[in-house]
Every structure is written in C-alpha cells, then in structure tokens.
C-alpha cells in the first residue's frame, strides 16, 4: 500500500484508527491527538495530516465517554495556539534562507506568493480564516513569521482563530457525534467535513488551471522583502 492509500484509508477510518489506538495505548491517546494538531499547524512540512475531521472524530469520542472532553478541548486548543506560535517562529528565522534557496518542493514561491495575495486582500484576518483551509492552515503563521507581523497581533488571531476552529469542529462532534443517524453514516459525515473543508481550495486551484500561470513579473512578488512590506501595517 503506497503513501497516498495510507493517507486515503486514515482519513476514511479516522475513529477506527483512534478507537484502535485508544484500546492499546489509553491515556496516552491524548499526547497522540496533541501531537498531531501541534505538527499539523506548527510544521510547514506537515499539511497533509487530518485537522477538522481529527478534531471531530475526537468530539465523538468524548461524546460517546471514551475521552474526557475538559481534556481533549484544552489540550488541542493548546496545541493548536502553541502550533501556530511555533510555525510563526520558524518563518521567522528562516525566511530569509527560504528565498534565496529558490524553489523546493515545499517552499515554492507560487504557493507563499499565493499566501501573501491572501493577506493583501483579508489582512490579519487571514489568520483566523486560514484555520478552516487546509495546506493555507500551515502556511498562514509559517509566511506571517517570514513578513515579521507584530507578535502581539498575531497571538491575539491565533487565539481568537484557535478558539473558533478547535471549539466549532470538537463540540459539534461531542454534541452531534452520538446521533444515530451521524454514527449509521459516520464515514460520510467525515467525507463530508474534509470535502466542505477543501471546496474552497478546489476552486482556487481550477482558477489556477483556467487562467495564466503566474509569469516572472507576478512572482516577483513572492521576495522576502514585498512579503514584508504587505504585512508590514500588522
């Protein structure tokens, strides 16, 4: 089985694979959960992993009594704030490196010059609104570190954009999560969240593929220093 089945398989069987892990490995489940969520918001290299679903699935197990959900809701909204902080951190220190390395398979200009049109048009804001867009979720706090926004200004939207996130996905899953029709179709329901989740990216992406390919002169953009200059008022 390659990489992208695996992939395919954990999101489609989220709660298999949580409730599999909490039978072997009990109160340890909650460092997992934390983990992921600090690694999927704090670590450029990790988008791919499950963000919304994981916090639902997690809901439905405090829900059903499985999880303490004090425990589970803290926990997360803590390492979705310290997540970001961190990522923040590292686009910070290194964002220069970034730029005068070139293109990289993570690091391309396209993708933080897309990230930096999303902060000229929404502003701050962006960090708030890129916690329900995945791949944009990782790279918001990543590019806001590389344009040096005021830290005060971005804790103050990462915990306001942590609290919505963790709270909306968590509690819908704890208060929505044991209905009977929700568990019948479980496996929908979390289809559904992912698929809600990435619309707004699959319509982005077919503007892309409709429209010109951003020439030289529009990633002339994406330098260290127009990064820093369109979020130098944050």
């Known amino acids: 089985m390659n990489i992208i089945a695996l992939l395919i398989d954990l999101f489609l069987h989220l709660d298999e694979h949580l409730e599999k892990v909490l039978q072997q490995f009990g109160a340890f489940t909650y460092l997992f959960l934390y983990l992921i ?3 999927e918001t704090g670590l450029v290299v990790a988008p791919f992993l499950p963000g919304d679903s994981l916090l639902f699935v997690a809901g439905t197990l405090a829900g059903s009594g499985h999880l303490n959900i004090v425990s589970i809701y803290l926990g ?3 390492s979705a704030i310290i997540g970001d902080s961190v990522n923040y951190a590292i686009g910070n220190k290194i964002g220069p490196k970034v730029f005068s390395k070139g293109n990289s398979k993570i690091f ?6 897309k990230t930096r049109e999303f902060y000229a048009k929404h502003g701050a804001k962006t960090i708030i609104l890129a916690r329900f867009l995945p791949i944009l979720r990782t790279f918001a706090p990543f590019v806001a570190g590389i344009g040096n926004m005021h830290y005060r200004t971005f804790l103050f939207y990462n915990f306001l954009g942590g609290f919505l996130w963790v709270t909306l996905f968590t509690f819908a899953g704890y208060f929505f999560g044991g209905l009977e029709v929700v568990q019948t179709n479980f496996h929908y329901v979390v289809v559904g969240i992912i698929f809600v989740s990435i619309i707004p990216l699959v319509i982005e992406y077919a503007k892309h593929k409709q429209g010109p390919k951003m ?3 529009q990633l002339e953009h994406a330098t260290y220093k127009e990064i820093k200059q369109t979020l130098k008022e944050y």
């Open 37 to 39: 969520i600090f690694a």
């Open 76 to 78: 997360i909204l803590a």
């Open 108 to 113: 391309k200009k396209e993708y933080l010059e």
């Open 215 to 217: 020439g030289k002169k």
